[in-house]
């Protein structure tokens, strides 16, 4: 049979680039009813290999045919089109019309289908989404979940045979997340041939084939299973195995013989409570060394006898006040931070985070409350908030699309520049900080910013901010969007970065960042703090965490698994790495009972 | 309360929408443009201030039947008073009404201000009042998507000699979209590049170049971001079939009602008032009136 999709050796290289090839022989089928995972590093060529599958794009060489017609064909655009839908990244920039039902019917009106049957087609969409409630709502005041799935929906609208996901819960929450893939999942039991564009493993792990791409080329292509047994493989192409799969692994070093496919945590579960109660007699072939776990904060944690830094006390914003417009962002915020401490501050969507987060270097100012941050009171209308910026460094969401100079370097030094700094003082704070985020100074700074990597803007744009030579770091969603590479470099730089002397201030929707970073949460929600504690305490009372919407960190998720079943493994352990060291150690203690 | 330094961009309400769910709401989005169409011609054409109270009168009716708060609507024009007050100094000074038979009131060097130049400013002040309030109560009661559908439909007949309707309304509508996100883009941008030390206060004097640089790094990730929204836009509506506006069918259908063909009617018989009020004696007696009120 003929499959939906067949990409015949293709090659593409985008007109405008750097001559490089973004596809290079590139050929696979996709069949009707399956559900495939494309996945690969940022800059890999994923998403324009997504967009050669509905035409979008047409290749350099080689041929893409959708059903039989082949995409170069003009005469049947349309038909390569409605059968192929397509979802994009950014919620905000795939909605045409201001009313989410007139946003829907956009596709079907485009097809010329006649008018008595179009109020249907869109009632139709809107309910596969579970949006039948909001057809007459304005599309910009939908959550970003929610115009993911309108997204969905307006491409529904077309009946398409296939759907195509472009990294389309890159930017959503765990809750819209969650929300997204039940929708996609029901979708394609219901026949809908779904290919998933994604860095995130354990998303491709819902699929039934996962398609690796390095560089253009397609390097890997079969079962989940086959693919995520090659770990060794999959972190040269700047990729990670899903959760289940690194603890697998990390097992595996101390019991050879213990599986090491295992993708999902009760499969995983299954298999350690197998090996604890049959596996007595395997000893562990050399002892433990201590792990290193990573996560551990530089100071203790307990600090309390030093002045804070950072001192809030009933904060309370409100935005546009005394307009029928009126939010109330913050409604009573109460918070410490103090010296060598790292902060996560968690909450779903519109929380008031981010407002909370605009407090702490006086780009905003309690309307009622009062604030401290080192020494500067924010509610007085004296308080030299420029000369505190410099001391609180600020990183907005997706900092590299603030950077504007040509060249690296130059991005870096406008911070200490602004900042009254001599070149020659510049200099040295941006050649420290471009070392200290990973950018070798004499390789990097005449780079042009346009050309450097997803991962190593927002690196460069961190950097700009470090050039400040702060002593706090706020730092808002910093590893939204990046791959895993990019994720644990920067995780990895931000450890290296706090000291005795320094504190970091973050948010997050990543809730394993937040146990390999933070010493303490504050959870936040509907603009009050709903719950502070250390990062321990904060996730060992899980049910609280599941009603914000929250989820929990990998480890603690396998360790309830564990649990459930009658392992007796404590269940505040925050990384992978602690939680292998507590089974391994549970073994050993059964062996010498 | 004190507004935030990087606030001012909310505070934006040019064309606000009240939903109240009046009938002057469910009405018929083209006859309400027709309406105001036909406003804005009538006012422009009047020089009569008993034509411009009818048309006064019209609009408050409009403001009552819409359950909108007349003292709110009417303060819609404060804004616009410092303009005004300058249009109408302008109109004093500039265009002199001077004629034998009417009473000067003040002379400075070549200066005069007479009673007809009164006259001038108080229609000038009433015209463009009259214009504002209309127009706000276009606004008031009318979805910016029902305003775009509407011009559509309104425009549909002219596509037939060549007037792109679609792609006009299609670009409004797009346009409508994209503004207040682009506002918060730069706010977001003000704030970030204000947290690395950028200063856009106003400060030292500066002349154009250096004012120039000082606003790059809010310019360019702006211009960069927009670009890169309009690729994503044109992806999204590419991938959705797009190809321009022929053969296209729509979800919206207007069919106009008994009442909106009332509405219709009430609006040109009144603004037919409005104009043919200039043609008669009807101003002479209001001023007799208001000089009799006076004394």
């Given at each position: 049979m003929e499959p939906l999709i067949r990409v015949d050796n293709i090659r593409y290289t985008y007109p405008a680039g750097t001559g490089k090839p973004a596809l290079t022989d590139v050929s696979l089928s996709i069949g009707a009813g399956e559900y495939v995972a494309i996945v690969g590093a940022n800059g890999s060529g994923k998403s324009t290999l997504a967009r050669h599958l509905n035409a979008l794009l047409v290749p350099d060489q080689g041929d893409v045919w959708v059903n039989g017609w082949n995409t170069r064909d003009r005469a049947h655009i349309r038909d390569i089109r409605r059968t192929v839908g397509m979802v994009f990244q950014v919620p905000d920039n795939q909605i045409v019309a201001t009313i989410v039902e007139d946003d829907v019917a956009f596709g079907p009106e485009n097809l010329g289908i006649p008018e008595d049957e179009l109020p249907a087609r869109v009632r139709e969409a809107l309910a596969a989404v579970g949006l039948e409630e909001h057809g007459h709502r304005a599309s910009h005041l939908l959550s970003a979940g929610q115009k993911q799935r309108l997204a969905i929906a307006a491409a529904l609208a077309m009946r398409p045979l296939c759907l195509v996901l472009d990294e389309a819960t890159a930017m959503l929450d765990p809750a819209g997340k969650a929300d997204l893939l039940r929708i996609v999942r029901r979708l394609h039991r219901s026949g809908t041939t779904i290919v998933a564009v994604t860095h995130s493993m354990s998303e491709a792990l819902e699929a039934d084939r996962v398609i690796v791409l390095a560089e253009g080329r397609i390097v890997m292509d079969g079962t989940p299973a086959q693919v995520f047994a090659d770990a060794e493989s999959l972190e040269r192409y700047g990729l990670d195995v899903p959760p289940a799969a690194r603890l697998a692994h990390l097992l595996a070093a101390h019991w050879p013989d213990f599986p090491r496919h295992l993708l999902d945590a009760e499969a995983l579960a299954d298999a350690v409570c197998r090996h604890l109660s049959l596996g007595a007699h395997v000893r562990t072939t050399h002892p433990l060394a201590a792990t290193d776990t990573g996560g551990q904060p530089v100071l203790p944690p307990d600090a309390s006898g030093q002045a804070p830094y950072i001192a809030l006390e009933d904060v309370h914003y409100?935005?546009?006040?005394?307009?029928?417009?009126?939010?109330?962002?913050?409604?009573?915020?109460?918070?410490?931070?103090?010296?060598?401490?790292?902060?996560?501050?968690?909450?779903p969507t519109g929380s008031g985070k981010s407002t909370l987060l605009q407090h702490l270097n006086g780009l905003l100012r309690p309307h009622a409350g009062r604030a401290r941050v080192l020494g500067v009171d924010l509610t007085d209308p004296r308080a030299d908030v420029r000369a505190l910026r410099r001391r609180v460094g600020l990183v907005f969401q997706q900092p590299e699309a603030q950077l504007f100079e040509r060249y690296a370097g130059d991005d870096v030094a406008f911070g200490p520049l602004a900042f009254g700094s001599s070149l020659e003082q510049a200099r040295e704070r941006v050649r420290r900080a471009m070392e200290a985020v990973g950018l070798p100074f004499e390789t990097y700074k005449d780079r042009l910013t346009l050309t450097l990597s997803g991962g190593e803007r927002r690196r460069l744009a961190l950097a700009g901010v470090l050039a400040l030579e702060p002593q706090v770091l706020v730092l808002d969603e910093p590893t939204a969007g990046l791959d895993p590479r990019g994720r644990n470099d920067l995780l990895a730089l931000l450890r290296r970065w706090r000291d005795a002397d320094r504190a970091i201030v973050f948010s997050s929707h990543n809730m394993d960042d937040v146990a390999l970073l933070a010493d303490r949460v504050y959870i936040i929600a509907e603009g009050r703090i709903a719950h502070a504690a250390p990062v321990r305490e904060a996730f060992s009372a899980p049910e609280s965490l599941v009603g914000f919407g929250l989820g929990l960190p990998t480890a603690m998720t396998f360790a309830q698994a564990l649990a459930r079943r009658g392992c007796p493994i404590p269940t505040d352990l925050l990384t992978l790495e602690e939680l292998a060291h507590a089974i391994v150690r549970l073994a050993d203690e059964r062996i010498r009972v | 309360m004190s507004a935030s330094e990087f606030d001012l961009l909310r505070t934006v309400t040019l064309g606000q929408y009240l939903p109240t769910g009046s009938a002057l709401h469910r009405a018929d989005p083209r006859v309400k443009i027709a309406s105001g169409i036909l406003l804005v011609v009538a006012v422009t054409a009047t020089s009569s201030l008993a034509g411009l109270t009818l048309a006064f009168a019209l609009v408050i009716a409009g403001f009552a039947v819409a359950r909108i708060p007349i003292a709110y609507a009417l303060s819609g024009i404060k804004p616009m008073l410092p303009f005004l007050a300058l249009l109408g100094?302008?109109?004093?000074?500039?265009?002199?009404?001077?004629?034998?038979?009417?009473?000067?009131?003040?002379?400075?060097?070549?200066?005069?201000?007479?009673?007809?130049?009164?006259?001038?400013?108080?229609?000038?002040?009433?015209?463009?009042?009259?214009?504002?309030?209309?127009?706000?109560?276009?606004?008031?009661?009318?979805?910016?998507?029902?305003?775009?559908?509407?011009?559509?439909?309104?425009?549909?007949?002219?596509?037939?000699?060549?007037?792109?309707?679609?792609?006009?309304?299609?670009?409004?509508?797009?346009?409508?979209?994209?503004?207040?996100?682009?506002?918060?883009?730069?706010?977001?941008?003000?704030?970030?590049?204000?947290?690395?030390?950028?200063?856009?206060?106003?400060?030292?004097?500066?002349?154009?170049?250096?004012?120039?640089?000082?606003?790059?790094?809010?310019?360019?990730?702006?211009?960069?971001?927009?670009?890169?929204?309009?690729?994503?836009?044109?992806?999204?509506?590419?991938?959705?079939?797009?190809?321009?506006?022929?053969?296209?069918?729509?979800?919206?259908?207007?069919?106009?009602?008994?009442?909106?063909?009332?509405?219709?009617?009430?609006?040109?018989?009144?603004?037919?008032?409005?104009?043919?009020?200039?043609?008669?004696?009807?101003?002479?007696?209001?001023?007799?009136?208001?000089s009799t009120v006076w004394r």
């Open positions: 409100t935005y546009l006040a005394g307009t029928p417009l009126e939010t109330r962002a913050l409604r009573g915020v109460s918070m410490d931070i103090r010296p060598g401490e790292t902060i996560a501050i968690i909450g | 100094i302008f109109q004093a000074i500039a265009i002199p009404q001077n004629d034998a038979n009417t009473t000067v009131y003040w002379r400075w060097a070549f200066i005069t201000l007479t009673a007809r130049d009164a006259v001038a400013v108080a229609l000038l002040f009433a015209k463009f009042s009259v214009l504002v309030w209309g127009i706000s109560l276009l606004s008031f009661t009318t979805s910016t998507t029902a305003l775009t559908h509407g011009t559509e439909h309104l425009l549909r007949p002219l596509q037939r000699i060549g007037l792109p309707a679609h792609e006009f309304a299609l670009m409004v509508n797009i346009a409508l979209r994209f503004v207040p996100l682009l506002a918060q883009e730069t706010e977001r941008l003000m704030k970030a590049q204000a947290s690395r030390g950028a200063d856009f206060g106003a400060g030292r004097r500066l002349n154009f170049v250096q004012r120039f640089r000082k606003l790059l790094p809010l310019l360019i990730p702006l211009i960069l971001a927009t670009l890169q929204r309009a690729e994503d836009l044109i992806l999204a509506m590419e991938a959705r079939c797009y190809t321009g506006g022929k053969g296209r069918t729509h979800l919206v259908r207007f069919r106009a009602q008994a009442s909106d063909y009332a509405i219709l009617a009430l609006v040109l018989i009144v603004l037919a008032a409005t104009v043919a009020a200039g043609f008669t004696s009807a101003d002479a007696t209001v001023w007799r009136i208001v």
